[in-house]
């Protein structure tokens, strides 16, 4: 039996990815570690909690105590770290949750892998590392020199260089992954997205950074997910691979489609103060991955909004418990801010 370490897996992605991995291999294993921050939801996990192959343990990545422990007891195969503070905007509010989780937290997992030994470590990471696009540049390759411009990407980029030291002088078999915008359901009501729809639904104003016109590359968090199954059983280690489905759009672009979507007036657009040290564009050269691997993206981008908008429509109780717990002075502060 495969045994994995998945960090993380309380929250958005992390939880779609949990969902994926003992569908598509049942006589695998999950140990979930999860500090059950405001992003961590164990209802997003409500339909796997009884499964047998699957075990939540509550705990923080840079506890070297109960990693090291947790190592000692379950023998894993695979670790997939997927923990970290994922919000750009919270770090700019405070950068010093980002410092301990996403570089020292991976650090006391690299740690944990040299000691006791593992087939594969996967860390996901983010096309922010390399920082920012003008419109006309090409899209970022795995050599794109790293240059992050936001205190998340900063320690994203910090824990990334750590995984290459691990392997380069430890020969821990790191891989590391770098994808672009996720969309899809359970995503934390804080990223721009979930905004747009649960704004539209409330009938509340969506705030606009700047002039709208930045752009994401956007994926199905089921296709990011596939990737990393496939990069966490195939990729090479000591190789990056970055993750995208070439699908660019400016965030006016975005929040225009879903608004015609829901049947929602434009009025609701609100064009507030920029985000300080806004990226204007990622884009992201998925060739490798694609060649190497074998990966391509299944979902197409119109009719996965739809079937979120319809997901945060009934979901109604997720969201709202979501947005009136420590979100709502989280956003009174912040798109006070601005
Ligand atoms: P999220 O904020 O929804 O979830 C993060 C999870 O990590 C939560 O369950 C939280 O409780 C947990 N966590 C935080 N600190 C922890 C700690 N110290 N110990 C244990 N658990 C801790 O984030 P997400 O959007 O699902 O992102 C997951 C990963 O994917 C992150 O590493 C992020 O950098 C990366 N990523 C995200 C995107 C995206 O578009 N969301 C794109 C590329 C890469
Ligand atoms: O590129 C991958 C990254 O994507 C991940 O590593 C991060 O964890 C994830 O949060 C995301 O970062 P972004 O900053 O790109 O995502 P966010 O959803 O915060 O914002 C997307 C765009 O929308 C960005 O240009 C800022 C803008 N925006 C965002 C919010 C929350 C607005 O205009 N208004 C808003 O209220």
């Known amino acids: 039996m495969v045994k994995l370490l998945v960090t993380g897996g309380a929250g958005f992605i992390g939880s779609n990815f949990i969902r994926h991995i003992l569908k598509e291999h049942p006589d695998w294993y999950i140990v979930n570690l999860d500090k059950l921050t405001y992003a961590g939801n164990l209802e997003n996990l409500k339909d796997v909690e009884d499964n047998p192959c699957y075990r939540f343990v509550r705990g923080d990545i840079a506890d070297r105590e109960l990693v090291d422990r947790l190592f000692r007891e379950e023998k894993f195969d695979l670790v997939a770290n997927l923990a970290a503070e994922s919000h750009v905007d919270r770090s700019i509010l405070d950068p010093a949750p980002f410092i301990e989780t996403n570089i020292k937290g991976t650090q006391v997992l690299l740690e944990a892998a040299r000691q006791h030994g593992v087939r594969k470590f996967l860390q996901v990471s983010t096309d922010e590392v390399y920082g920012s696009l003008q419109p006309d540049d090409p899209p970022f390759t795995e050599a794109s020199p790293i240059r992050p411009n936001s205190p998340y990407s900063a320690s994203k980029a910090a824990a990334d260089l750590f995984c290459r030291a691990y392997f380069r002088t430890y020969g821990v078999p790191v891989v590391i992954t770098r994808c672009s915008n996720n969309y899809g359901p359970y995503q934390f009501p804080e990223k721009f997205i979930p905004v747009c729809i649960t704004n539209a639904l409330e009938g509340k104003p969506i705030p606009m950074y700047g002039d709208g016109l930045n752009i994401r590359d956007w994926i199905h968090v089921e296709d990011h997910c596939q990737a990393l199954d496939l990069v966490l059983q195939k990729g090479r280690p000591g190789e990056v691979y970055n993750i995208g489905a070439s699908n660019e759009h400016t965030n006016l672009e975005i929040v225009k489609t879903i608004l015609k979507l829901m049947g929602k007036p434009e009025s609701l657009i609100t064009f507030v103060k920029d985000r300080p040290g806004h990226d204007r564009r990622y884009a992201i050269d998925a060739k490798k991955i694609r060649q190497e691997l074998g990966w ?23 969201w709202e418990r979501v947005k009136s717990g420590e979100y709502r002075e989280y956003a009174e502060k912040w798109y006070g801010s601005l």
């Open 296 to 318: 391509a993206p299944a979902r197409d981008f119109v009719s996965g909004l739809e079937e979120l908008i319809h997901w945060y429509t009934i979901n109604t109780s997720w």
